[in-house]
DNA sequence: ACAAAAGTGTTATCGCTACACCCATGT
DNA sequence: ACATGGGTGTAGCGATAACACTTTTGT
């Protein structure tokens, strides 16, 4: 099923081959490979995973997890093995991002690269170097280092998708632990969006949703009157998506 | 350049290939292609751009504008060169919207396709047949055939990113004739969204946003009172977006 | 005269903004 | 006592929704 030759012509015989102007086997020289965008929300900075590489090309050079798909492998499975090879993070829910396609973006060939994105709790998710990444790393988003490739641009582009995606829909939640306050909330907002808002109109708006479970427990130890906890109420969630609620901002 | 044994070898030496359990030539057998969702709108629908295909597979079948990726050949570029071999139509700017990794997606061997969508004013593009594809027709986006591959997949998530972004942006201009009225505009709305809208509010919403341009010309020869003609006014609209301004639905 | 769609005005309500104020905790 | 962030109430403004109404054309 894997050997092309044999399907071109007992299969399809010379009719597709009809109107391509070179043979039909130059177009099957491509490597498709992924990369993973994953971003975490720490210290009040959004965080972006980078490996160090431990091969050529770009030895050294941070980049993004991210490597070649196997000639039989599903493109967006290939994403979770290499996001776990790489880092040992696993169980984590990877949207797509765009994909890129020039023709020199790659040293060692014509290879197209499909960008995977998410969102992840930097706490729960302790990533780990493996042989191939020589290190793994958390680094601000503000500050991203040059990295290998087109990484910077796929960065960019997939931080964007964050922020369209954060202006409709209760994202952060992915980037918040289990138990988070309204502070903590505020404060990834205004990390995304780079802004600032009013506390007492952004808790009533949020709670206004009705998708926050109140956990009845209080902060410790803080220098401070003790904070409120809450959850993300999934079961609430989905039935308001159900009855087409929309999330604006 | 486009030699990759000597690229391999001369270049990245050994190292590349150190982690990879199978010869690096396995990588780089993958073709990627692109398909182009094209939406119009016309008579109060949307409609969307199909061929029938004049090759095989699936000879004969409605299928989306799509071709194979040439080996040297940016994937961007390539969706309009296919666009523009198969239908004629070019000067469209087309955007990314996902892309098809499954192993078994394409009968004749592994090919990753992109998927690009454009919105194009139905009236002013006639698309031609080309000697590859038999025909090309608009079909009502709610009553889609069967067409080839899992282009009926493309169309839906490229539909559904249709709707986002009409939610936050003044789309729709691309969609209609250069001159049109509130009531057009108002139609095509209610077709992206499926719903009503108050005519009084639609108008009152549309204008105040102020990139309309009043043509103080007027529709002649309709059966009821003509209504006013306006234009997208494209300067206005930069500005405002300079300033930060935000298009809610 | 009538149908059909353009176009306008009014009101009531909702949501959001800004801002002021109080509360509970650790040092 | 005070610094720090949690948490609440309200008044005013602006946008929106619902609906009724007038206008201008062709038939």
Redesign the interface.
């Known amino acids: 099923?894997?050997n092309?030759k044999e399907?071109?012509e007992s299969?399809?015989?010379h009719?597709?081959t009809?109107?391509?102007k070179?043979p039909?086997e130059?177009?099957?020289?491509?490597?498709?490979s992924v990369d993973c965008v994953i971003l975490g929300y720490h210290e009040q900075a959004i965080k972006l995973l980078v490996i160090e590489r431990?091969?050529?090309?770009h030895?050294g050079q941070m980049a993004l997890p991210g490597d070649?798909?196997?000639?039989?492998?599903?493109?967006?499975l290939?994403a979770y093995r290499v996001l776990k090879d790489l880092t040992g993070i696993e169980g984590v829910t990877m949207e797509?991002t765009?994909?890129?396609?020039?023709?020199?973006r790659h040293?060692?060939?014509?290879v197209?690269t499909?960008g995977f994105y998410a969102l992840i709790n930097a706490d729960i998710y302790e990533p780990l170097a493996s042989?191939?990444a020589d290190n793994v790393y958390w680094v601000d988003i503000r500050s991203l280092p040059d990295l290998a490739f087109d990484h910077n641009k796929i960065v960019v582009d997939a931080f964007k998708m964050l922020q369209?995606s954060a202006?409709?829909h209760p994202i952060g939640f992915e980037l918040l632990p289990n138990k988070f306050t309204l502070g903590e909330m505020q404060a990834l907002y205004e990390a995304i969006f780079n802004t600032k808002y009013d506390k007492a109109n952004f808790r009533k708006r949020i709670l206004s949703m009705g998708f926050l479970k109140d956990l009845k427990e209080m902060q410790t130890d803080v220098p401070h009157r003790p904070a409120r906890l809450f959850s993300f109420d999934m079961e609430a969630y989905e039935t308001l998506l159900a009855e087409g609620t929309t999330f604006?901002l």
Request: aromatic share 12%; hydrophobic share 35%; glycine share 10%.
């Open positions: 099923m894997n092309r399907t071109i299969v399809i015989g009719q597709f009809g109107h391509y070179i039909i130059k177009f099957f020289q491509c490597a498709i431990g091969a050529n090309p030895l070649l798909v196997y000639p039989n492998e599903d493109v967006r290939s797509q765009k994909t890129y396609g020039e023709v020199d040293p060692i060939g014509r197209v499909v042989s191939w369209e202006r409709n604006g």
